[in-house]
């Protein structure tokens, strides 16, 4: 019997292109979906195909055992339905195509809140995945830090510009953020694992944060001090999104969407994954400084 052969969505994107290169040191064949599949030059075998085409999908889940499903198209006032449909297509053709597991990294947030468009999204993903019989694993997760992930690229940008900050309240709302290295052991760690088929399972870092808490850690990493933050009431999400927007480039639809989320309490309340797949997790400053490192790199590089 060959190697477990995996096909990894979003393979170009802020987590496709970390986990790719560690399934295949592992020794899996992996399938690097894209939708130029001409351009990619990571590991790996380049297919190319379009979640939001399903026609293109069955050519890329032909013959492969476990599927990773990063998509989302949060830069789309439309993304709810976008997504939704994405998502139940996927499932199908993989269920047709006989894949075993889908892999898919969706969002924390406790089922009874009123949950954001962005995360109940996620939830509908979740379960659109699973409708054509494939048994899905789901990884939520809060705030991934990381070089190029648009939570951290909100956070550092507003620290680096910023010499004062007036923030809304929704800042001293408590996360759970993981290191971008963690949540690539955690996919590597469940997929094919069948212990892990049919679960969601809720992943985070070691520290409990808030939004507040988090910037000023990042400016202690990135400036060696503290920014003087004062939190106002009164700065609805759509005033919000204007305001990240102009000071930083993250685009205003996704910095809405994302900021919509940010009143919800996102952290773990049940560590079944520790017993799957176990480690020590990276504490939130070192994963700042990780990121700072290797932003710097890509941009020397």
Request: aromatic letters at 4%; proline letters at 5%; a negative charge.
């Amino acid at each position: 019997m060959g190697a477990m052969r995996v096909l990894v969505t979003g393979a170009t994107g802020f987590v496709g292109k970390r986990l790719t290169p560690v399934l295949v040191e592992r020794g899996l064949d992996v399938r690097a979906m894209t939708r130029r599949p001409d351009d990619y030059d990571g590991p790996g075998t380049a297919v190319g195909a379009d979640v939001f085409e399903p026609e293109t999908l069955r050519a890329a889940l032909e013959g492969v055992d476990a599927a990773v499903y990063l998509v989302h198209s949060l830069d789309d006032d439309d993304f709810e339905r976008k997504d939704a449909e994405a998502a139940a297509a996927f499932g199908r053709v993989a269920a047709e195509c006989g894949v075993t597991q889908i892999v898919y990294l969706g969002g924390l947030g406790a089922e009874d809140d009123d949950l954001s468009p962005h995360l109940r999204s996620r939830r509908e993903v979740e379960a659109k995945l699973a409708e054509g019989g494939v048994p899905v694993t789901v990884l939520r997760a809060a705030i991934v830090v990381g070089a190029g992930g648009i939570s951290w690229e909100i956070t550092r940008q507003l620290v680096k510009n910023l010499p004062a900050m007036v923030v809304p309240k929704w800042v001293n709302t408590r996360t759970q953020p993981i290191a971008i290295d963690d949540v690539v052991r955690y996919l590597d760690g469940v997929l094919g694992n069948e212990a892990a088929y049919g679960r969601v399972l809720e992943i985070g870092g070691p520290e409990k944060l808030t939004y507040l808490e988090m910037m000023q850690q990042a400016a202690l990493v990135m400036l060696g001090r503290k920014v003087p933050i004062i939190t106002i009431p009164v700065l609805t999400p759509s005033l919000s999104s204007h305001w990240i927007a102009f000071v930083t480039d993250v685009d205003t639809t996704t910095a809405k969407n994302l900021i919509d989320s940010m009143a919800t309490e996102v952290v773990v309340t049940d560590d079944a994954i520790l017993e799957l797949v176990p480690g020590p997790t990276v504490p939130y400053q070192d994963a700042v400084r990780q990121a700072i490192e290797e932003s710097k790199a890509a941009a020397a590089g």
